[in-house]
């Protein structure tokens, strides 16, 4: 019985953790990107300094919505350390975000002139936007957004944490994507993100939000593409001051 009221008492103070990680990385994620934002195509940095803000902005936004499968862990192995757990899912997170620089740098070293804010810069962006929100209705996405929801099988933390970080990948990876293109800098559409995927992966009707929430960016990409330059939030890039960033 002991044991049981101790585990108990564990368990209780997981989202009390997880969610004061996510505080600090927000309070820090603030410091370091405000006015930083240049929009589409917004210059990633070098290496390190790229790195050090998306795992620290992936913790903010993600560590909230990781509380229901680290207490399901936790009941499953009586001694899962949640910081073994949350290690592992960030380190596939951070993958995702290295695969998402090795892109950019690819598309910056071809030079794609075409690609300019002033030419079709718009419709590539608003192209990746409504490729987003039509994932949104797939069923992989809807199989992804269920697994991640119930959390992982087996009581390893480290595993579990793996698990559930490619069952987020498939379930917020192309939310994520949309963040890249509308301004990976931007607090504006960081915040947004942040409150759609909350809302799909642990409010009590979730799963139901994901269609609306597809043909919102279906919508939004249609939009970028028409008339950038009214879309709320948006930093147009031709008007953002030169960024000063870490190499």
Known sequence: EAMTLKHATGGS?????LVAGALAAWAVTVERMRGMDAGPGTDLGGLGWYLGIWV???AAMMLPTTVPAVRHVARVARHAPTL?????YLAVWTVYGLLAYGVYQLIV???LGRLAWDRDGPYAAGAAIVAAGLY???PLKRRCLEHCRMGPDGGNAFRGGLVHGLDCVGCS?????VLFVLGVMSLFWMAVVA???FAEKVLPHGPRFAPAVGVALVVLGIWVAASPGTVPGLTEPMGSPPMQMGS
């Open 84 to 88: 073994l757990f949350t290690a592992a």
């Open 195 to 197: 409150v759609v995927i």
């Open 13 to 17: 103070r997981i989202p009390l953790v």
């Open 109 to 111: 070293s071809l030079d």
């Open 173 to 177: 990876g192309a939310l994520m994507a």
């Open 136 to 138: 949104e209705l797939t």
């Open 56 to 58: 620290t902005m992936t």
